[in-house]
């Protein structure tokens, strides 16, 4: 029986690509499948547009191909990626030019169309917010970028094509896996009608999954008491590697010779990540259930892959947009024992008088200390107040939210009087400048037939 | 005097292990017992009302949760957890990465055989 292997790279905006040379040198690979978009990161592009609108792309997709291209070319494995943000054809030129400098050849696909912006800015339509219900015109006049996620239709049509290298926009974070499956094992896609048919798009749904958080889904993050620290080698850890067959099954594996640990452990938390109803995962191509999802540990870093449910997609695609909610500005500062939690007290109420003083117009003024409760909070148990005062030290950080920039920016001048007028040993200041623009994200539905009949695909040649 | 039925409280980090992640404003969690006799003590303590209590002086939001046996593993969400999104979330956790591990501290009652039993049962896993 026929099947392919694909190979996980980037996780993030920002990810580390030595891990995917080595999966493309020893993974026996015919695809690398890259996701450069979280939630959030197109509001970063976002902000490079804004500044230059030749930008607003996942830039680090220039420098990856550069290192990867000829590793991947020199064994005939195709890369496809949604590097391109909000501007795919801007990150393809910027991939062509530089491969066409180092002499490299290539052909590039495009998938663009997935910019919704100017339909959710239209006051004559809902938008509903996907959790709450509330209504969009509360954020119109705010909105920065609002992207439907494609599905993985496109992709498939690149690859058929003959790309070599794919770049889309938004498009659904496993669906840059699922193209490739379904374009080298020869799944239908717009005409699944079988059970049959739904299972094993569900299947290539869950393997899409498992390897879009790189090496999540091989040991990394590992969240656990006295375990993660039997996982091997971090530093040189293999991201994960799926080999498909025919019918839908799958195997989970990683390149020889690379660290981590592909288990039913490492494997079962990236299922479960970022996944809300398991019985209804939905996607622009397949619904699916994991309920009969059964993972099957064959040791060596082999975990067998069956059971995957699906069913067919509604007629609505899920929409992220972002709008504009205010600045923040954030300070951080420590003082040293003795008495170091009064003094980080004291001092905090001079910051708020002087907030009140100059009427500083704000929301909120957001305090946690960090080394005693920023990640867990009130969950966190404190010492007592005697036991507080006797510890070595105490981190403040203070965070300003305003709708006003001017009060943002000057937050940080409200502080440096305090070194010599304040409380005794106080050291490591930082946030003297620089306030940032805080984003509201509204998840909405967009009619599908509408958004997919915009989808474009462009072609662009590098070469000597 | 301890007799073999009495309960002790222990943090579900001793039986279980946990990962966090976020969509808009909703953190959502995977709980995983490593074998049977762990599945069993997580699926009778672990329930949407103890959770939701367990986050309700930080967090109130309300809980979902999923049970799903071929997995020996629970998915929770957890609604309004992130004030309002990790964009606009001050906190230095903006995504809630660190969430499972405050999962994690939440204690359940157990005998001590049963956490015996869970503790030392081989993991269904394959670890090296």
Redesign the interface.
Known sequence: MTSVRIGAGLGFYGDHWEPVAASIERGQLQFVASDHLA??TL?ILQKDRQRDPALGYARDVVPLLLRLWPLMQARGVRFVCNAGGLNPVGAAQAVQAALQARGLKARIAVVAGDDVLPRLQDPAQGFHH??HGGHVDGVRERLVFANAYLGAAPIVRALEGGADIVITGRVADAALFLGPLVHALGWGLRDASSPADWGRLAQGLTVGHLLECSG?GSGG?????G?WQ?I?DLARIGYPIAEVWEDGSALITKAPETGG?V????V????????????AYHSPDVVLD??????R????HRVHLS?AQGSAPGPQLKV?A?YR??Y?A?VSWGFSWPDAWDKAQAAQAMIRAELARRRVPHD?L?V?Y?GLN???????PLPDAEALNGLNEIWT?L?L?TPDRAAAEGFGRLFPWLALSGPAFTSGFSGLHGASE????W?TLVDRVSVEAGVTLDWLEAGP | MNTSDDKVLVPL??IA??????????V?F?L?A?NQAGWRLIEREVTAARVQA??A???PGEV?L?P?P??L?L?L?L?DALQ?????N????NLG??????L??MEVAVTQAELDEAQQSP??????
């Open positions: 939630e959030l509001a996907l959790f999540q993050n590992f969240g656990s008491q375990w039997r091997p640990l288990n039913f452990d490492t079962r938390q990236q299922l479960l990540y970022e996944v809300h109803d398991p019985h994991m309920g009969q999802i059964e993972l540990d064959e040791g060596q059971g992220v972002g909610d205010g923040k954030e909120e957001f946690e960090p920023a990640a867990h909070g009130p969950l966190a950080r965070v939210r805080l984003l509201g994200i998840p | 980090a001793r292990h946990a990962r966090s992640g976020d969509k808009a404003d909703w959502d995977g995983f490593r367990h986050f002086p930080w967090l979902l999923w799903l071929r997995l593993a998915k969400v609604k309002g999104g990790g964009a606009r001050l906190r230095h956790d990465k660190a969430m499972a591990g405050a994690l501290r993991t269904v896993a394959w670890w090296p």
